[in-house]
């Protein structure tokens, strides 16, 4: 079972990078729809932070940037956690839950499993960290200036 989900995340993943292609944008992510549930957006942060994380081993995104996204995963988490519940009837998220509680150890591991094999490079990791800062939060939209798309000035 795990592995069937795994394989169709996989193909999702493989024909949503190839229609942004299409699109001639090849670093698209993919979107989360609207009406997500928490646990699902807590999945799409966990899957961006996991992104995140290989993008510092790889050398493309620095410690602060790195810290940066720890801060607003753990914001992500105090927000969503006391709204994600036992869900009914996918068998396969129950997997991750002992009673009324979530297992978030477990769903970061599947996070990681979920982004395996997927390359990385700098504009990948750049666009996949605004995307996690970018994400509501209580902490707030954690993009900084210098990552915020820059206007032009007029002088005088």
Request: aromatic share 8%.
């Amino acid at each position: 079972m795990m592995q069937r989900k795994l394989i169709l995340a996989a193909l999702t993943l493989v024909l949503t990078i190839s229609s942004a292609s299409a699109q001639g944008n090849p670093y698209r992510l993919p979107q989360m729809p609207a009406q997500a549930t928490s646990f699902n957006k807590l999945l799409y942060a966990y899957r961006l932070y996991a992104f995140v994380k290989d993008c510092n081993l790889a050398v493309y995104i620095n410690e602060i940037e790195l810290d940066r996204a720890r801060l607003k995963v753990q914001s992500i988490e105090k927000d969503l956690l006391p709204t994600v519940s036992d869900p009914v009837p996918d068998a396969w998220v129950k997997t991750f839950f002992h009673g009324d509680t979530l297992d978030t150890v477990a769903l970061f591991s599947e996070a990681v499993d979920s982004i395996r094999g997927m390359s990385v490079n700098s504009d990948r990791c750049h666009l996949t960290l605004r995307a996690l800062l970018a994400m509501p939060s209580s902490g707030g939209n954690m993009v900084v200036e210098k990552d915020a798309p820059r206007q032009t000035r007029t002088r005088l």
